[in-house]
């Protein structure tokens, strides 16, 4: 990746995480019509990423085109979200068993090592920013792979392409709120630790200890966000959705 491509990826990456948490808070509401240009002026970037991220976040199931140009929001309810990272973690547990079962090779444990090293250095000072979110983002997607790949399973990764176009189901949707990346550090770090037990229950070759640990993993940080988000009532409402 040359230089331009990787700032370009950064962007795209940055606008992806806005306009996902603009949707999951209901500041893009459904029913709501998008168009490319006032989208890039209110984000303050160029139009191509604008374009790009339209299409990924048709492909999740976030948007759909509307008559003549543009974009309309779909309405997503609760219960679409969290049928959909059910799923999710039925896959990923499933995975992680096999995986565990199986045994690991030197090379997958190597990558999710090295995964769980760089986790380590971006989380231990206590804090992070935007920046280092995108860096999780991308290392959190070679540790899924890792583990799916380690399976040797291939119908969980076609069953796991399918459900990733529902929406907030991909372990790639990452929805970052950057007004309170202190609570964003505590959900984030907390995702990571889970990654430290999976990891220790697949090296050690627990099935059952990985299977629950991943099926928990899908859920957790839909669950830690909601309760983080509780309003006066002590209700919690969806604004923070996903990582995994």
Do not use: W
């Not at 804090?127 to 995108?134: A, G, I, P, Y």
């Amino acid at each position: 990746m040359t230089g331009g491509e990787g700032v370009m990826y950064k962007s795209g990456q940055r606008v992806l995480a806005a306009l996902r948490q603009m949707i999951a808070s209901g500041e893009l509401a459904a029913g709501e019509r998008i168009a490319e240009i006032p989208t890039a002026e209110r984000l303050q970037v160029s139009r191509t990423p604008i374009r790009i991220a339209f299409r990924t976040l048709e492909q999740e199931g976030l948007l759909c085109k509307a008559p003549g140009r543009g974009y309309t929001v779909r309405a997503v309810t609760d219960d679409d979200i969290a049928g959909a990272v059910e799923v999710r973690g039925v896959l990923e547990g499933l995975a992680a068993r096999q995986a565990a079962e199986r045994g690991l090779s030197d090379a997958i444990r190597s990558r999710l090592h090295a995964c769980l090293v760089e986790g380590d250095q971006l989380f231990d000072k206590g804090h992070v920013v935007m920046e280092e979110l995108e860096i999780y983002h991308d290392l959190n997607k070679r540790f899924h792979q890792a583990i799916i790949e380690a399976s040797g399973n291939s119908a969980i990764a076609v069953a796991l392409s399918r459900n990733d176009h529902l929406p907030f189901a991909s372990v790639s949707s990452l929805a970052v709120d950057g007004n309170d990346m202190a609570r964003e550090y505590r959900r984030f770090s907390f995702a990571h630790m889970q990654h430290h037990a999976v990891y220790d229950a697949l090296i050690n070759g627990q099935g059952a200890r990985a299977e629950g640990i991943m099926r928990e993993h899908a859920n957790a940080t839909l669950r830690y966000a909601r309760a983080m988000q509780g309003d006066e009532t002590g209700e919690a409402t969806m604004t923070i959705l996903r990582d995994g």
